[in-house]
């Protein structure tokens, strides 16, 4: 079995994730990772933009939830 690999994009900006995932993308990353600081930072935003370029590519949203957990779960789910 191949192993999955996949890449924390654990970054502020949503274009220097964008261009960090294209290079991991081209390097043979597997799955990408909308880590905690993306997601903080850009929010739901940044999970839209990571799926319009990546259409195809598992996208992992590193969420830290303690209450409303469906109701983020669900928002990212839509998020992409």
Do not use: C
Not at 1 to 15: E, F, G, R, Y
Not at 23 to 35: C, P, Q, S, T
Not at 55 to 78: H, S
Request: glycine share 8%.
């Amino acid at each position: 079995m191949k192993p999955i690999v996949q890449i924390s994009l654990d970054l502020t900006n949503i274009d220097e994730a964008l261009e960090t995932a294209a290079l991991a993308m081209r390097a043979g990353v597997d799955w990408l990772e909308a880590g905690t600081p993306l997601i903080l930072a850009e929010g739901l935003h940044g999970v839209r933009k990571l799926r319009e370029a990546f259409p195809n590519v598992p996208i992992v949203a590193d969420l830290k939830t303690m209450d409303g957990g469906y109701l983020e779960v669900e928002m990212m789910a839509k998020a992409g």
